[in-house]
């Protein structure tokens, strides 16, 4: 079971949550990744809004459990992309575009997004075609652990698609 929390989520001056876990980088994909690759984490990239009640929903119910909280800390590399922002961000293949053109472009429609990325990309790859999962939209404390650590384990190289393992994974956690 998961233990109470004084974790809080804060909210930046771009109206974005803000966590200890986030990064502050120049949002070059490549770059982003080979620093992840560096301290032995995965890349994580999440795109949100201003707003957004499921966002809200994530970093106040989901993202505060300690288990959670702690597991992201440890394993990966976030950054965070804001849904209509102006900063630019570098994709995998070269492409400079605005937060809001990249995340047009790369065809997010809902918030929070939440893409995984391997710890290597194909050359020329945009990061809708490296990724290794998507998380699209707030789910609760188990599943979004269990996403977390299905992409550590690098689940989705092996035979058992995410839906049985969280399936497994759950049935152990209850019991």
């Not at 035979?159 to 497994?168: G, I, L, M, T, V």
Request: net charge negative; charged share 25%; with cysteine.
């Amino acid at each position: 079971m998961f233990a109470a929390t004084t974790l809080t989520a804060e909210i930046g001056d771009d109206g974005l949550h803000k966590t200890s876990w986030m990064r502050d980088t120049f949002k070059d994909l490549s770059e982003d990744l080979a620093e992840a690759n560096a301290e032995g984490k995965r890349l994580m990239i999440i795109v949100e809004q201003r707003g957004c009640i499921y966002c809200k929903k994530m970093h106040e119910e989901v993202f505060t459990v300690p288990e959670v909280n702690d597991y992201i800390e440890e394993n990966f590399f976030v950054v965070q992309i804001n849904m209509f922002g102006d900063v630019e961000v570098t994709d995998f293949d070269g492409t400079t575009l605005a937060e809001k053109d990249m995340v047009k472009r790369w065809g997010a429609l809902f918030t929070p997004s939440i893409s995984f990325f391997p710890t290597d990309v194909l050359e020329g790859a945009m990061a809708t075609q490296a990724a290794a999962a998507n998380m699209p939209g707030a789910f609760g404390k188990w599943t979004t652990l269990n996403m977390l650590t299905w992409v550590v384990e690098e689940g989705y190289n092996s035979d058992e698609p995410f839906q049985k393992y969280h399936a497994r994974k759950f049935a152990e956690q209850k019991g």
